[in-house]
């Protein structure tokens, strides 16, 4: 048995699924179900509707053109039945949708590229306009908070001078205190 596609969703329609509906100019079209049958009793555009392979395709959101989609083509030419060919041709298939997958998830990332950074000024942005919604912080925390992001810097900068300063017949070493901070103890050789 074949497996068709939806007219409207061009979803997978199976064997003994969904509704078939002829023309009378004998025109055959296979739906999914009753949702796609009702929308094209309604002549609404597939290309309108989200949910449609044909609007996702239109506005951008899956690949167009690419190699791996002319396998899905339909081809009525009859061909003898041979084992081997017919081995051969479901390793290809198993590739074939290998590779389509790798491809969409490529091209979903590069859709997808900017989106972090555009949503984090977005947030950015609603928390500026709404600060005064936000809870107060006490002095003691917001002093602490400064702090915080004071001694990335200032550490950074101690490095850089200690990296660059000779360490003549000295030998460093690092104590660190409970508090968690790092104490330097200098011995003479």
């Not at 002319?70 to 081997?84: D, G, M, Q, S």
């Not at 490529?106 to 972090?116: E, I, P, Q, S, T």
């Not at 002095?139 to 004071?150: G, I, K």
């Amino acid at each position: 048995m074949r497996v068709e596609t939806c007219y409207f969703c061009s979803q997978p329609v199976y064997p003994s699924k969904g509704i078939t509906f002829v023309r009378n100019d004998a025109r055959v079209f296979n739906f999914c179900r009753s949702k796609c049958h009702k929308n094209f009793k309604m002549k609404r555009n597939p290309r309108k509707l989200k949910w449609t392979k044909a609007f996702r395709k239109s506005a951008g959101k899956e690949m167009l053109v690419d190699s791996t989609l002319t396998f899905a083509a339909r081809r009525n030419i009859p061909v003898r039945y041979n084992r081997n060919l017919v081995a051969s041709t479901l390793k290809a298939m198993e590739r074939v949708s290998e590779i389509r997958a790798r491809r969409e998830r490529v091209f979903y990332k590069n859709r997808m590229a900017g989106n972090r950074e555009r949503q984090r000024v977005v947030n950015r942005r609603l928390v500026a306009e709404n600060e005064h919604l936000l809870p107060r912080l006490r002095a003691s925390e917001r002093m602490a908070l400064e702090e915080e992001v004071v001694d990335p810097l200032v550490e950074k900068q101690k490095t850089t001078i200690a990296a660059v300063t000779p360490a003549l017949n000295q030998r460093r070493r690092q104590r660190v205190l409970v508090n968690g901070s790092v104490e330097d103890v200098m011995q003479m050789d």
